[in-house]
């Protein structure tokens, strides 16, 4: 069923338009042979994947700061697979990661056949809790700049999803009243709860097929959204 008197469509990054999870085993495959870790990657991505999202929901809810996410994840995968990493090493692969993360530019199955569906009806943005510089690099390089006309950050911001300022503040960038917008992301609290707080409409972009509420609209995939917009 369409959704009615949309104008501004919301869109987050990392897990919905920009492949996180692939760019970073290519991030890592590259870092750990850079500083010659010989770690299988496979092994090392199924541990860390978890790791990181619980450390990111850490430091959405202000548990954590920048330095410690960095550190942490890659502290606690390694110690999970009970592979020995000085300190030092840490510190610097968290450099590295960083800095090569940004490189890689996989999107999403459908992703620009689906901005070029939406960006001709509806103005488009992005809410992220992404670091600005790293975010800023990301779009730029898988080249989907272009179809945003405004990016709010959690830097920007001042807080994270789904602190309603983060939203909020997003509206009022975008010179838009909650009622016409849309957010579509794949965290069920940050990005849907969130939105829903302040007033816009959500569509849950639920790739990983978790549980979630049977009233809250969900795709699987992002061509799924036609059937919305």
Not at 39 to 48: E, G, H, K, T, W
Not at 112 to 133: M, Q
Not at 204 to 213: A, G, L, V
Request: glycine share 4%; net charge negative.
């Amino acid at each position: 069923m369409k959704i009615k008197n949309i104008k501004h469509i919301f869109f987050d990054l990392d897990h919905t338009l920009w492949d996180f999870d692939k760019n970073s085993g290519l991030a890592f495959d590259k870092i750990f042979k850079i500083n010659k870790v010989d770690v299988n990657i496979p092994l090392f991505l199924s541990i860390y994947e978890p790791v990181n999202l619980n450390y990111w929901k850490l430091y959405r809810d202000a548990e954590i700061d920048q330095k410690q996410l960095r550190y942490g994840r890659l502290r606690d995968t390694f110690d999970a697979l009970e592979f020995a990493v000085e300190d030092e090493l840490i510190h610097v692969l968290a450099e590295d990661y960083i800095t090569h993360l940004t490189t890689f530019d996989h999107l999403f199955e459908d992703t620009i056949e689906i901005l070029n569906y939406l960006h001709p009806n509806y103005v488009l943005h992005i809410i992220t809790n992404g670091f600005s510089e790293a975010q800023e690099k990301k779009l730029n390089v898988s080249k989907i700049s272009h179809y945003f006309k405004t990016i709010t950050n959690a830097e920007i911001a001042g807080v994270k999803k789904p602190n309603p300022i983060i939203f909020k503040h997003a509206l009022q960038i975008a010179k838009a009243d909650p009622e016409e917008s849309l957010m579509i992301g794949d965290s069920y609290e940050a990005d849907i709860l969130g939105a829903l707080e302040v007033g816009y409409d959500a569509i849950f972009f639920n790739y990983r097929k978790d549980e979630s509420e049977p009233h809250i609209k969900q795709i699987n995939q992002l061509k799924e959204l036609k059937k919305y917009l």
